[in-house]
């Protein structure tokens, strides 16, 4: 399994979930919505820990360790964003807002994992490194 091309194939779903559902918000009906809003935010949290994993292998090169807290940093704001939108009623105008803005920070996220983050941890990883993010990458999926 390429971790790196499942993270993207990944991310690419997800963003299209939440891309959709913004774009579908005042069409769709609202437990449409509700059900929708809460997968994403499900593979939201799964997505981020399986890009986590990856970073527990490498050690602290000089490379990664400033992509990879600009990543946590990204993380922890949509984490936020997305405490914030579970307390917001979805029939209340802030919701559709904070949905846009969560949609928003994740398609900017993606689009650094894509052109610079993967790109550098794939770098950085020894073939053995490799071999082992892989292994715990398919326990962790298949789980």
């Known amino acids: 399994m ?3 091309k499942y993270l993207n194939d990944d991310g690419d779903a997800i963003a299209h979930r939440l891309n959709e559902t913004v774009a579908n918000f005042g069409e769709w ?3 449409r919505l509700f059900e929708e809003t809460k997968k994403a935010f499900g ?3 799964g997505h981020f820990d399986k890009e986590k994993m990856i970073v527990k292998n490498i050690d602290n090169s000089p490379v990664v360790v400033p992509l990879s807290e600009r990543a946590e940093a990204d993380i922890k704001v949509m984490k ?8 917001i009623h979805i029939d209340e105008p802030g919701f559709r807002n904070a949905l846009i803005s969560l949609a928003d920070k994740f398609n900017e996220h993606r689009a650094f994992c894509r052109d610079e983050y993967y790109t550098a941890l794939k770098e950085v990883l020894s073939a053995a490194d490799k071999e ?12």
């Open 43 to 45: 593979s939201l949290e």
């Open 2 to 4: 390429d971790v790196f």
């Open 80 to 87: 936020e964003a997305i405490d914030s939108i579970v307390m």
């Open 132 to 143: 082992h993010v892989n292994a715990q990458f398919e326990q962790m999926v298949l789980s």
């Open 29 to 31: 009906p609202q437990e």
